[in-house]
Nanobody, 116 residues
Framework: QVQFVESGGGLVQPGGSLRLSCLTSGSIFRLYAMGWYRQDPGKQRELVAYINGGGNTNYADSVKGRFTISRDNAKNTVYLQMNSLAPKDTAVYYC??????????WGQGTQVTVSS
């Protein structure tokens, strides 16, 4: 059963913006903090940002000031607004629960490519 459906990725020039969306089930959304993760081929998956049920957020140092995570409780959706994108942000982006991301299977992710 697919628990996370990510969308919104694409090809963007350096300095551009994208907004990613992650739709999940209501039960997961209500019970868990949610995180955005990313993985470049050949590298480990890393946490980009997370948000808890109270709306508290935290970010990786590499994206602070450029990315914003938010959630829409009515839509069971988590967003990642990405501004000032750079080639180093190129990766497949996934959402999952935080801090434990092993309970539920990963979705297909959404590819973000930053290139001129």
């Amino acid at each position: 059963q697919v628990q996370f459906v990510e969308s919104g990725g694409g090809l963007v020039q350096p300095g551009g913006s994208l907004r990613l969306s992650c739709l999940t089930s209501g039960s997961i959304f209500r019970l868990y903090a949610m995180g955005w993760y990313r993985q470049d081929p050949g590298k480990q998956r890393e946490l980009v940002a997370y948000i808890n049920g109270g709306g508290n957020t935290n970010y990786a140092d590499s994206v602070k000031g450029r990315f914003t995570i938010s959630r829409d409780n009515a839509k069971n959706t988590v967003y990642l607004q990405m501004n000032s994108l750079a080639p180093k942000d190129t990766a497949v982006y996934y959402c999952n629960t935080y801090p434990d991301n092993r309970q539920f299977a990963w979705g297909q992710g959404t590819q973000v490519t930053v290139s001129s």
